[in-house]
Every structure is written in structure tokens, then in C-alpha cells.
């Protein structure tokens, strides 16, 4: 975190919060909707066979959002970590600094952008689970 100044610091420690808690608000809002739309009310209304793939679409988005939302929390959580072991802010491939604009950007940044653009050339097959 060298590379990082004071003010820099602060201001994604506080980006990494309040996307934490962003994300969490965003997480128990879908939940309590999805429990309000739940699959059984949908498809307890429909009539037919096109009704009924339509309540699993939806049921399925809703699963998907909160999957995502999940996946973006524990991306932050992660960076939280990181800023606390003062581990924030270098390549977890190439150890290099992230430069502040990525992070400003994307504050759960773990990799510089050409370690990002490798790994995202990777056939999914091929991607460590890790990164």
C-alpha cells in the first residue's frame, strides 16, 4: 500500500465501506421481496404450462441477483481484509501497485488490469478458482 497516500487511502477505505453497505441494504431488500413474490404465490396463480415457466424465470432472476449481490459483498469484504493487513492495493499475480485510478474505479480490486485482461482471456476452464 506504499504507493497509496494518506488521503488516497482514506477515501477508498471509505469507498470499500459504503459499498459494503450498499450492497448489504441491496441484499436484504431482495430478500424481503423475493419472500414476498415467493415461487409458491407465483406459480399457485398460473394457469398454464407458459405461466408456469415464466414464475420459474423470475424465481430464478431473484436467485440470481442475490447470488451476484452475494458475490459483490464478499469481493469488498475481501478488500476490507486486505486494507487491514495492509495488503491492499498490489497485483495478487504480479505483486506490482494497482494504480489508484483502478481502484477508484473498482475499489475490490485484486489484480492490475493486465493480470485482469489475462485472466479474462482465459477459457473459463482454464481460470484458477482462486482469482
Known sequence: MSHLNHEQLTELTRQVEAERLRLRTEIRAELTR???ESYAT???QVHDAGDESVADLLSDVNTAIISHSIKELREVEA?????REGRYGSCEV???PIPFERLRAYP???LCLDDQQRLEAMSPAHRP???
Open 42 to 44: 407465483i406459480a399457485g
Open 79 to 83: 478488500a476490507q481484509e486486505r486494507l
Open 129 to 131: 478458482d482462486r482469482l
Open 94 to 96: 504480479c505483486g506490482e
Open 108 to 110: 475490490a480490486a485484486r
Open 34 to 36: 423475493s419472500d414476498s
